[in-house]
């Protein structure tokens, strides 16, 4: 199985960053991982590397409810520099919530690749990049 150079979850659960990132290891599906507790750190990371695309993520795990800048805050503020990015970046929601507004409001963003609800294990983790290598 291919692996990602880096992966990026941005998500202010530290209970679930933290499960996360042991899966990510274990599961060795990057080399490396980023973590952003808010969707406004994330977005200044990107806005700062833009043009760096050895330093900018393959993979991301969004989480929608957070503080300061949300999952949908932070896709706004992506969609914009999104066409500077000159490398293929595959978002993920990943949230506890099943309101069927949210998933209609990610599948209006066509950088959103799927909606996966809490809690995410190795076999998910693992379907993602399959589909992704699928693709590739």
């Known amino acids: 199985m291919k692996?990602?150079?880096?992966?990026?979850?941005?998500?202010d659960d530290d209970i679930y960053t933290f499960t996360v990132k042991r899966i990510i290891a274990n599961?060795?599906?990057?080399?490396?991982t980023l973590f952003f507790p808010n969707g406004k750190l994330a977005i200044d990371f990107f806005n700062e590397y833009v043009h760096?695309?050895?330093?900018?993520?393959?993979?991301i795990l969004l989480d929608i409810n957070m503080p300061v800048l949300d999952g949908?805050?932070?896709?706004?503020?992506f969609v914009k520099i999104h066409p500077l990015i000159a490398?293929?970046?595959?978002?993920?929601?990943?949230?506890?919530?099943?309101?069927?507004?949210?998933?209609?409001?990610a599948r209006s963003y066509e950088q959103i690749s799927d909606?996966?609800?809490?809690?995410?294990?190795?076999?998910?983790?693992?379907?993602m990049v399959e589909v992704l290598n699928a693709e590739a």
Do not use: G, H, R
């Open 72 to 77: 949908w805050q932070f896709m706004d503020e």
């Open 27 to 32: 599961s060795q599906i990057a080399d490396k």
């Open 87 to 105: 490398k293929k970046v595959t978002i993920y929601i990943v949230s506890s919530s099943i309101d069927e507004a949210d998933f209609a409001k």
């Open 3 to 11: 692996k990602f150079d880096i992966a990026c979850v941005i998500d």
């Open 52 to 59: 760096q695309t050895d330093s900018l993520p393959d993979l």
């Open 115 to 127: 909606f996966i609800v809490k809690p995410i294990n190795v076999a998910k983790l693992q379907k």
